[in-house]
Structure formats: C-alpha cells, structure tokens
C-alpha cells in the first residue's frame, strides 16, 4: 500500500482554523489541528492536516462556509 | 593577577557557567572543582572561546583549571553570553547513572489561563510538538482535568501513543480519572498513583508543565 502524504490546510486566522474544524467534525471527516510547521510561513499559529486524498471532500466541505489561504503539501 | 573561582562541591553545569563568566570578564582565570565532568565541560568551553587551557590535579580529587585569554574575546560567544549553549555542555554523569529524567506534567487540558478555546488548540499543539522536541520527555504526567488528554476521544490521543511507543512513559492519574469517572475511556499510559506522580515529579531534572 502507498503511504498517505500529508497535506495542510492554511487559514488567515485561528478562528478560521476553528471554525474549519466544526464542519469537518460534524461532517465526520478525519483531520488534525496541528500547529504550523516551522518551514512553512502563516500567521495563524494553526493549521488543518489531512491525508492527500481527502484534499477534495475538506474543500468540497468548507466551499462557502470557511476561507482558507492554500494548501501545502507536506 | 589570575581570578580564582571556586566551584567544588557545585552541581553541572554551575561550575562552566562561572568558568565562562569569569574568563568573559578577566584575562586569566583559575577554577577549582572537584569533577572530571566539570573539567572535561570547562575544556570545551576553552575551545570554543579560543583561550588557554590547562589542569592540575591538586590531589584529593580537586583539580585546578587555568584558563588564559589569548585574543579578543570571540564574538559569537560574547553575543550569547551569559547563555550557555546545550552543545558545550555535558552534565551527563558518566559511567551507568541515568542522567536525571525529564519530565512534563500535564495538570489541565488547556494551556494557559484566560480562555479556554485558545487554550484547547494550545494544548493540542504543545502535545503534538512533544513528539519532535529534542531531547524527548522520559515522562509524562497528566493529572486533574489533564487526565482527558488521555481518552479514547482525545484529539491528542494519537500524539500521547505515538509517545508511549517511543518509550515515553505516561503516567495518568488514578484519583482524577475515578473523579472524572474515566474509568473504561483512558486509551494511553498506565494508571498510576500520587505515590509515583510525587515521586517522578520530585525526581525530575526538568520539569515542565505547559
């Protein structure tokens, strides 16, 4: 089995961050707060890991709902 | 004339920071101890500041340590100073003894005071960033509301586990989970009892607590 990447989700601010994680926690999805890996720059102190290949349903997910800046592949 | 300092009978690292202080301030520097382990420490800080160094053994385990400024003093070590960097030092006692633990409590399962919803993202990040801390905890500790970092439905849960398997030992506390009625829920570490808590706590070299 190929092994998962990771991918972060980078919002403007920890609000977004929290905000973000409500609707994937209702929406049952697997995910992780993390804080923001030291390479990478944000202001917001954290960031959304998840698996590569649940990129699309988070951002099907949050559409409309949350902003978010990019997502990094880790 | 030389300064002499005495640091026998102090405890690593007390012995190099007075050494580098000193010879920061003096141009010649004479340090008694009474510790291979200091003298070895005071060598490398030698080194690392370019000055003169030499040792006798004055008998009766005391060793008398020069140190000689040969140039002007090193710039990046006087940037630092009076800092000392981890590298320079090594307070490890040689020959079987463990140096002294290292130990994090978790006493709640917030970081900080002031609010609670930052203090649960708080938290969550300082656990998840035990696991690249160098060096790594030898324990942990979670007690009072701490213990509900440690259930099954812990968002840290994971982080803890991956600790447990990399030998980081955790303690949760028996009295906080019976209180909290978390009996069946704690899903890492072992149950453990204010006998061992105080115990680790009281024996720890560094003991943090978030």
């Known amino acids: 089995m190929k092994e998962q990447r990771y991918v972060v989700f980078l919002f403007p601010s920890v609000n977004y961050a929290l905000k973000a994680e409500k609707i994937l926690k209702a929406a049952g999805i697997v995910h992780k707060l993390i804080p923001v890996p030291r390479h990478i720059s944000s202001d917001c102190g954290v960031c959304l890991r998840t698996t590569e290949d649940k990129q699309q349903d988070i951002e099907k997910e949050l559409l409309g709902k949350v902003e978010w800046d990019k997502v990094v592949l880790l | 004339m030389p300064v002499t300092i005495d640091a026998r009978g102090l405890a690593c690292p007390q012995p190099v920071i007075m050494a580098k202080k000193a010879i920061e301030e003096n141009e010649q520097v004479t340090v008694l101890v009474d510790n291979t382990m200091a003298v070895e420490n005071i060598r490398r800080l030698a080194l690392k500041l ?114 447990a398997q990399a030998g980081v030992d955790i303690l949760v506390c028996g009295t906080c989970v019976n209180y909290f009625e978390l009996g069946e829920r704690i899903g890492v570490g072992h149950i453990s009892n204010m006998y061992d808590i105080a115990e680790t706590m009281a024996g720890a070299g560094r003991l943090l607590r978030p």
């Not at chain 2, 090594?90 to 005071?113: T, Y």
Request: proline fraction near 6%; aromatic fraction near 4%; charge should be negative.
């Open chain 2, 50 to 163: 370019v000055c003169g160094f030499s040792v006798a053994e004055r008998g009766a385990g005391i060793w008398e340590v020069a140190l000689v400024r040969t140039g002007p003093m090193v710039e990046a070590a006087r940037d630092k100073s009076p800092g000392i960097e981890e590298g320079e030092l090594s307070c490890a006692v040689p020959a079987g003894k463990e140096p002294d633990p290292f130990v994090v409590a978790l006493s709640d399962n917030h970081m900080g005071r002031g609010d609670d919803v930052l203090g649960d993202i708080l938290i969550r990040s300082f656990v998840h960033t035990l696991l690249q801390l160098q060096p790594r905890p030898d324990t942990i500790i979670c007690y009072n509301s701490g213990v509900k970092l440690a259930v099954q439905d812990s968002a840290v849960l994971d982080d803890l586990q991956q600790l």
